[in-house]
């Protein structure tokens, strides 16, 4: 499984990114993609995770995420997106996103090491 993260650049507050994370590989089965940053200096942060279920698809934001940014799948379910919007100059992270197939609570989606898969991260600069 190979995951790719793309559409971070630069942009000023108040601006909007849309970030994209393509699959590939042996993707069939698998349960949630998530997204994460990680600021200079600080510590990787949960910002969003979208887990299929067998009927419905549920999302999870981190709490700073205050319904800016809103987390969707394409109907393949090959691509993830992270649409941004109100950006802060506290946004300015590298965002990666990141891929499981084991099922459980939703808390666990909230912790990076939970996953299986991990790609590279985007750069998004929000200036002030």
């Known amino acids: 499984v190979q995951l790719q993260a793309s559409g971070g650049g630069l942009v000023q507050a108040g601006g909007s990114l849309r970030l994209s994370c393509e699959s590939s590989?042996?993707?069939?089965?698998?349960?949630?993609v998530g997204w994460f940053r990680q600021a200079p200096g600080k510590e990787r942060e949960f910002v969003a995770a979208l887990a299929w279920g067998d009927i419905n698809t549920s999302t999870y934001y981190g709490d700073f995420v205050k319904g800016r940014f809103t987390i969707s799948a394409d109907n393949a379910r090959t691509t993830v997106h992270l649409q941004m919007n109100s950006l802060r100059p506290e946004d300015t992270a590298v965002y990666y996103c990141a891929t499981t197939f084991s099922r459980g609570r939703p808390s666990l989606l909230f912790r990076w090491n939970q996953y299986d898969y991990y790609g590279q991260g985007t750069l998004v600069t929000v200036s002030s």
């Open positions: 590989g042996s993707i069939s089965g698998r349960y949630a």
